[in-house]
């Protein structure tokens, strides 16, 4: 017996009935909502807690506070976790800081970007527990553990912030030139949690009965969609370039050698540099009481030699007050391999850990011959001997002698650097490649011969590079580490930067964040519709709900504050009004709530 093409019509008109009144119901996740409000506030039993009726506040002052320090707290922690993470490009300089002040070794950076991202972590899940309770309709009340670790919190990032602005305030030009290769993705990022947000926000909404607080929970969520909206217009970044208009990768510098996978200043340092495609090779260089140029950064040697074992007594004296027979007896490489320094010793080989341990201390001439037998640029700054020193006085052209008399090095293979007696060291060799390391006018630097800069990467302007290069001035950027950074002075077009990771930035076939303007205002203008529109939908769709469940509640006595034998009853009309809706006859309204089993208890 076939079914007639009237009663299939009413049976999809039931269907459809049955779907609007599942949509329209207020569902309580029993083990779902006590998980929540167990991790929240430690109410794990359902007469512990006490749901929010629609209209009224979610929560008592005291939480409101608490809810408000929590959403605080979440932006500082979410900012100086980003701001330390971008700043692993001089994790090593942080350490090394603290070694000369405290004595000891210990990886600090990392120590501290592993504690904010717990403390991150831990207040992202709060604050995701928090949205998730409000959007069931529960009263939020935080257990006074969490908020003293909300408070706790609150006090490392204001501190650490804080301490490291005083001590490290050059930090915060690392963290706006980040803007310019990750602000695309963070704007995404951002527009993808306003829209989620919108659920939780659409539904308080909707069920807030004061003008004020409706206004208020509007208008500021309207407010910063909006700004992320528009931030793009105002937004700029170098690896935002048409196809072709990209130039050559920097040439990589090894930053006193490679510092990654030998002790730094020494043959291997520099042998590894070589061998991880180092165009060329930066050190710094010191002058022995006798007379012997040397390579060392630090003035003592107590760093990277072992100085304390050998004379205990002279630990803190500069290096440049020992002879060039006591520099000799020092081993420069076994503290590589116990303190570490950039956590990558694990990765040599049994050969080159036996390498390292036999390092010794690198005299110029060492240097410049290794440079000289590979074909490779060098550049080096030069620190006058302190007061007393024999060669106080004559600390440049004692280096000169080395350039041109003691090593088989080609002057024009030497990037000059140190500032003093500029002029007299041009005339004793016009051929070295004069280098400055500040950004002076054009004219200026012409006159002073100079064809190359040399500049810390926080002064990095792709303006000022362009500049440069029209008058065949060229730009070296130290020291960059990290391939976001590096990825950010190739599109500036740096024609060179000094690193402590060849072996890393070598394998960057091009930019990292590289896009066309027209890829990247795609990204942008569909990101903002596309939120724009599941925004939109999401706010209809509660309108639409709430609206229902309002006049439902009004025509009909809702379930959550019945008696046990009114629950009985509509549970009865309830199964007669789906039987007959299923069939096509009018409906009810809808079950407004789940009975709460609390109440029902009570009773």
């Given at each position: 017996m076939g079914t007639s093409p009237t009663t299939l019509s009413k049976l999809k008109l039931g269907k459809l009935r049955v779907v609007r009144r599942r949509l329209l119901q207020r569902y309580e996740h029993q083990p779902y909502v006590s998980c929540l409000a167990g991790l929240y506030g430690c109410q794990w039993r359902r007469y512990q807690r006490s749901r929010a009726t629609p209209g009224d506040c979610c929560c008592s002052k005291l939480e409101c506070v608490s809810f408000a320090l929590l959403i605080m707290t979440f932006c500082l922690t979410l900012v100086f976790l980003y701001f330390w993470s971008e700043a692993q490009n001089d994790y090593n300089d942080f350490d090394w800081f603290n070694f000369g002040n405290l004595g000891f070794w210990f990886p600090w950076s990392v120590v501290l970007l592993v504690i904010a991202a717990a403390f991150f972590s831990y207040v992202t899940l709060l604050l995701l527990l928090a949205v998730c309770l409000l959007s069931e309709g529960q009263k939020l009340h935080l257990h006074w553990g969490h908020k003293i670790g909300i408070l706790v919190?609150?006090?490392?990032?204001?501190?650490?912030?804080a301490v490291l602005s005083d001590l490290w305030s050059k930090e915060w030009t690392t963290l706006l030139l980040s803007f310019q290769v990750t602000a695309p993705y963070l704007h995404?990022?951002?527009?993808?949690?306003?829209?989620?947000?919108?659920?939780?926000?659409?539904?308080?909404?909707?069920?807030?009965n004061k003008k004020v607080g409706r206004t208020l929970i509007m208008?500021?969520?309207?407010?910063?969609?909006?700004?992320?909206?528009?931030?793009?217009?105002?937004?700029?970044?170098?690896?935002?370039?048409?196809?072709?208009?990209?130039?050559?990768?920097?040439?990589l510098i090894g930053h006193r050698g490679a510092p990654m996978l030998a002790p730094e200043n020494t043959l291997m340092s520099f042998e590894k540099a070589v061998e991880a495609g180092g165009e060329g090779l930066e050190t710094d260089v010191t002058i022995s009481y006798d007379g012997v140029p040397f390579l060392m950064h630090d003035r003592t040697l107590r760093r990277t030699t072992n100085v304390q074992k050998v004379f205990p007594n002279r630990t803190d004296a500069p290096a440049a007050m020992f002879t060039w027979g006591e520099l000799e007896t020092l081993n420069a490489g076994d503290w590589f391999l116990y303190r570490d320094p950039f956590g990558t010793a694990w990765s040599l080989g049994a050969e080159d850990r036996a390498q390292a341990q036999n390092q010794s201390v690198c005299t110029l001439r060492d240097f410049l011959e290794l440079a000289a037998q590979r074909g490779?640029?060098?550049?080096?700054?030069?620190?006058?001997?302190?007061?007393?020193?024999?060669?106080?006085?004559?600390?440049i052209t004692r280096t000169l002698e080395v350039i041109q008399n003691e090593s088989s090095i080609h002057s024009h293979q030497v990037l000059w650097l140190p500032p003093d007696l500029r002029s007299l060291v041009q005339k004793m060799d016009p051929d070295l490649h004069q280098t400055s390391g500040s950004w002076d006018p054009v004219e200026e630097l012409q006159k002073n011969h100079i064809i190359q800069l040399n500049l810390h990467y926080s002064s990095m302007s792709t303006e000022m590079i362009s500049e440069y290069a029209a008058a065949n001035i060229s730009t070296n950027l130290y020291v960059i580490s990290q391939p976001?950074?590096?990825?950010?002075?190739?599109?500036?077009?740096?024609?060179?930067?000094?690193?402590?990771?060849?072996?890393?930035?070598?394998?960057?076939?091009?930019?990292?964040f590289l896009m066309t303007p027209d890829e990247y205002n795609l990204m942008w203008v569909l990101t903002d519709v596309v939120s724009?529109?599941?925004?939109?939908?999401?706010?209809?769709?509660?309108?639409?709900?709430?609206r229902g469940l309002a006049f439902c509640s009004g025509s009909k006595p809702t379930?959550?504050?019945?008696?046990?034998?009114?629950?009985?009853?509509?549970?009865?009309?309830?199964?007669?009004?789906?039987?007959?809706?299923?069939?096509g006859e009018p409906a009810g309204c809808?079950?407004?709530?789940?009975?709460?089993?609390?109440?029902?208890?009570?009773?």
């Open positions: 919190t609150l006090a490392f990032s204001i501190v650490a912030t995404v990022g951002g527009v993808l949690l306003m829209t989620l947000l919108s659920w939780p926000i659409a539904l308080h909404f909707f069920r807030i208008g500021l969520y309207l407010a910063v969609l909006c700004a992320l909206y528009l931030v793009p217009l105002g937004m700029y970044s170098p690896c935002l370039k048409k196809e072709g208009a990209l130039g050559p990768a920097p040439a490779k640029q060098v550049i080096f700054d030069l620190y006058r001997p302190p007061r007393g020193h024999p060669y106080r006085d004559t600390w976001w950074l590096y990825s950010l002075a190739w599109c500036a077009g740096a024609q060179s930067v000094t690193t402590n990771s060849p072996q890393l930035l070598n394998k960057l076939t091009r930019p990292l724009f529109i599941l925004i939109l939908i999401i706010f209809m769709f509660h309108w639409w709900r709430e379930l959550e504050h019945g008696t046990y034998s009114k629950f009985r009853t509509e549970m009865s009309d309830v199964w007669s009004v789906s039987s007959v809706n299923i069939l809808p079950l407004a709530t789940e009975p709460n089993l609390a109440t029902v208890s009570e009773h």
